[in-house]
């Protein structure tokens, strides 16, 4: 099993910047990936960015609404994962939380089998 704790959520304002990390401990793999969704209220969970994790690099993923504003990266030797977002808008408010799953990144969510908690950003005036 995969444990993952999410944490650095909060309320910033828009034009603001928030970074969050996800702890992961348990059961890991040579080559997995790790993402991060968002789940707004009354709308489905969604894809935010998915990092590779494994010998061969660290590619990465993003969903249009945040390329160039947020940054998945990770630090192996912690067992972490961060999603660093900067200019953040209303539309960003919303649950995010940090997934897992073994073999090549993705964006599609039902292929991840690990999931947090998940953490509240709430960005706001």
């Known amino acids: 099993q995969v444990q993952l704790v999410e944490s650095g959520g909060g309320l910033v304002q828009p034009g603001g910047s928030l970074g969050l990390s996800c702890t992961v401990s348990g059961r890991t793999f040579s080559n997995y990936a790790m993402a991060w969704f968002r789940q707004a209220p009354g709308k489905e969970r969604e894809f935010v960015a998915t990092i590779a994790w494994s010998d061969l690099g660290d590619g990465t993923l993003y969903a249009d609404s945040v390329k160039g504003r947020f940054t998945i990266s990770r630090d192996s030797a912690k067992k972490k994962v961060f999603l660093s977002m900067n200019n953040l808008r209303p539309e960003d408010t919303a649950v995010y939380y940090c997934?897992?799953?073994?073999?090549?990144?993705?964006?599609?969510?039902?292929?991840?089998?690990?999931w947090g908690q998940g953490t509240q950003v709430t960005v706001s005036s």
């Open positions: 997934a897992a799953k073994a073999g090549i990144l993705t964006a599609e969510k039902a292929r991840y089998d690990y």
